[in-house]
């Protein structure tokens, strides 16, 4: 276990000090406020940090205690912000000054993570059964994934229902209970692309990047050349060219192929191969954790960093249409950057109560074996 919480410690530090370089690079330093991305994002990690250390000493298994307290406080703010002012077209975002914002549906995540972990625990006898299996949780999941749906965040839509469906898989549902809501699900995003002339644009220029790469499509195709021009060894820390306007929110969504601009091919590799043992180094602290929820809880932690680093990196290189989530660790955003780090802090707690043999299944009691009687 010191190996797996070793690995996760370097691969998150490793990622952030990367992120915080980027972000020093993608501001334009010859003016004031050219800085203003590095320092933003240096006050959220001193606090993504402390909440990290809290989270590291708190038993995880205090959580059980105020799941509900939490899952309601996260529908209550995601109701409320739909009340706040558009910005970006969009209800996302609580203003709390001084440049900074919260956004509810960043705590969302870890929130219907705790449910379904603390769900997945008490019935994950009976999820078998359609009702325990897929009604209650398609209730509890609904829920969350309908107010932020209305934001609008599609993104961050497909991703919850994404973790909780492996979540729920993972706690017992039969496989055969995902048809039905899968098949309706594809049908309401079938319905909600077509009848939504932004989503529908993003969809055709996805397929016809050349044919767009004025328009709609410009962004991804400055960032394909942006790939291009960084090479194998790049240009160099802070000589990006497509930074320079080219590629729109290049220090958020879109910051992967400014730093195979400036870094080259060893940068985007090494990314590559940070997530990928940082998603090894969570999945070996989940399978031993002392309990289901633990076991639930960090791999449903694993599964959405690993997702969403996923599904961005897939955007930028235009393996999926344009979407907005920003990569774990390394974009500008306060309030993701501060879930991630109490995420890591949530699993290096499951590490520190870990047992030695991974949990496959739940402690059964012993079988009495009943021997004839000798005359």
């Not at 010859?30 to 203003?36: L, S, V």
């Not at 960032?223 to 320079?244: D, I, N, P, T, Y």
Request: charged fraction near 10%; aromatic fraction near 10%; charge should be positive.
């Amino acid at each position: 276990m010191k190996t797996a919480t070793t690995l996760l410690v370097f691969c998150v530090s490793s990622l952030l000090a990367l992120g915080l370089v980027m972000l020093y690079s993608a501001g334009d330093i010859h003016k004031a406020e050219g800085t203003r991305y590095f320092v933003t994002q240096s006050i959220s990690f001193g606090i993504g940090f402390l909440l990290c250390i809290a989270m590291t000493w708190l038993d995880y298994r205090h959580l059980k205690k105020i799941t509900w307290c939490l899952f309601a406080l996260t529908l209550v703010l995601l109701a409320a912000v739909l009340l706040m002012k558009r910005i970006n077209g969009s209800h996302r975002w609580f203003k709390v000054g001084y440049g900074f914002s919260f956004q509810p549906s960043e705590l969302a995540k870890i929130s219907l993570i705790i449910v379904l972990a603390w769900y997945g625990e008490r019935f994950g006898r009976v999820m078998p059964t359609f009702l325990r299996g897929i009604v209650v949780p398609a209730i509890i999941i609904g829920s969350v994934l309908a107010l932020v749906v209305i934001e609008p965040d599609v993104g961050t839509t497909l991703l919850l229902a994404m973790v909780s469906a492996i979540l729920l898989l993972l706690a017992g549902m039969r496989l055969r209970y995902c048809l039905l809501p899968l098949v309706v699900g594809i049908a309401a995003l079938s319905f909600f692309l077509m009848h939504n002339e932004v989503r529908y644009k993003r969809i055709y220029s996805w397929l016809h990047l050349e044919e767009t790469r004025s328009g709609v499509g410009m962004q991804a195709w400055e960032a394909r050349v942006a790939f291009g021009a960084g090479g194998w060894a790049g240009r160099g820390l802070g000589s990006s060219r497509q930074k320079l306007g080219f590629v729109p929110e290049h220090h958020t969504d879109f910051i992967f192929p400014i730093i195979a601009e400036e870094l080259g091919l060893p940068a985007t590799l090494g990314i590559l191969i940070a997530y990928s043992l940082l998603a090894v180094a969570g999945f070996r602290v989940s399978s031993h954790a002392p309990d289901m929820f633990g076991v639930l809880l960090g791999a449903g932690i694993t599964f959405l960093i690993g997702v969403q680093a996923f599904v961005n990196i897939a955007v930028v290189t235009s393996v999926l249409p344009n979407k907005g989530l920003p990569l774990p660790f390394i974009s500008y955003g306060g309030s993701n950057l501060i879930l991630m780090l109490g995420c890591v802090g949530i699993l290096l707690s499951i590490a520190r109560h870990a047992v030695n043999s991974p949990i496959v299944a739940e402690e059964l009691p012993p079988v009495q074996v009943l021997s004839p009687q000798v005359s």
